[in-house]
């Protein structure tokens, strides 16, 4: 009797532990020069809280180690919004900065999408596309991603490696990314 009150007093005090975000899905491809990730997560959190998550840029430095500076630009010429991230990694013994700068779309709740400028980016393609549906209480978000870097990349080793550090970094952030948007839909109401 005492055990299941103690797994209670443990949930209430640490109410994330509760909670992790699902990854259902993970395929990394590599075909030319081109990578792809796609991927589907549930999140335990509404479909508008985990919306506004990853469409704010400004927060991407909270959730994934790997980004050390982003945020939200303002529109463009043409009306569009934007938006500026810079990751640092390693891949072995070979690190490096490199930075995306491009527009962002958005159907609100249901569908973004940010093209990176390659002018203004270290990738001759950028192209990353969320779609959010709620489902069971929570937000399955499909994520499809076209990565084509414009900076030399190790020839044996560097696809397999950037293939497995794709796959493998995101785990911590996903979860990082659930307690943001639980925590902004809680101080929302």
Known sequence: MKRPAIGLL????LPGAAYCADLREIRVDY????????SSVWFAASQQAVFEVFS???LSEQFSS???????LGPDANGRYGYYVRNRGCILFFCRSVERTGTVE???LTRLRAVADPDKSDFALSDERWTFEAEDGGTL???????KPDFWVPPVIGPWAIKHKLRDDGGEALD??????RARAAANG
Not at 176 to 181: D, N, Q, Y
């Open 56 to 58: 704010d840029w400004d």
């Open 176 to 181: 990082r990314i659930e307690a943001i948007a």
């Open 31 to 38: 075909d030319g020069d081109v990578y792809s990730v796609d």
């Open 141 to 147: 978000v499909h994520y499809r991603l076209r990565l």
């Open 10 to 13: 443990v949930l209430a005090i």
């Open 106 to 108: 958005r159907q609100p």
């Open 66 to 72: 790997a980004i050390v500076e982003s945020r939200n």
